[in-house]
């Protein structure tokens, strides 16, 4: 038991450590500035946080209890938005120019739009994740809320990501976001199946 769990964090951190990694070998570090390289990074990391979120709340990795799992998956996704800020912050640092044609919707590179869609997604997530209680969100109506804002995140975060030819290593790429995708829609069918479960019990 306590080697399937050691194997199941060995492999997370295989699935978020490896992109990194290789991503820090790229030659085309030599060629960018530290904000920009910062900025990069916040970029992977906040990909690797989106991995982590549906796994987390889907219960999927071993230890944490329930109830823990799910303030991880909060203060996780305060770290995802954090990171997300980070990664815009540093682009306008070093390129105000692009910046501002990515985020009018006006930037020629195809990968921009679908960047600042996850972007604004996950600030209203994390928005809304901190309201909830001010705004008397039950869980249903959060759900509601939550969920397709998450499909959003993801799908737009991941071909965001694979749109871009930059440091992380093209493999290993689009390892992470398969791994993103799959973990997804695991939960998402999951969830599915406790309500069909639900309703076929009342």
């Known amino acids: 038991m306590k080697g399937s769990r050691s194997l199941i964090w060995a492999a997370l951190g295989l699935a978020l450590g490896v992109p990194i990694a290789l991503a820090a070998t790229s030659e085309q570090l030599a060629w960018r500035g530290p904000v920009y390289i910062l900025a990069g990074f916040a970029g992977i990391i906040a990909l690797g946080l989106v991995l982590v979120q549906p796994l987390l709340i889907g219960g999927y990795l071993p230890g944490p209890s329930a109830y823990r799992a799910r303030c991880a998956h909060y203060w996780i996704g305060g770290g995802l938005a954090l990171a997300v800020v980070i990664h815009v912050a540093g682009l306008w640092f070093t390129s105000p120019p692009d910046m501002i044609d990515a985020l009018t919707f006006s930037s ?78 695991k939960v998402m069918v999951d969830l599915w199946r406790k309500r069909a479960l639900r309703g076929e019990s009342a």
């Open 108 to 185: 020629p590179t195809p990968f921009s739009p679908f960047g600042v869609i996850a972007m604004w997604a996950i600030f209203a997530v994390a928005l809304l994740a901190g309201l909830r209680r001010r705004l008397g969100l039950r869980l249903r109506t959060w759900r509601i809320v939550h969920i397709p804002l998450a499909i959003v995140i993801v799908m737009c975060g991941v071909v965001h990501c694979l749109l871009i030819e930059g440091t992380m290593e093209t493999i290993s790429k689009a390892a992470l976001c398969a791994l993103v995708v799959a973990a997804t829609v």
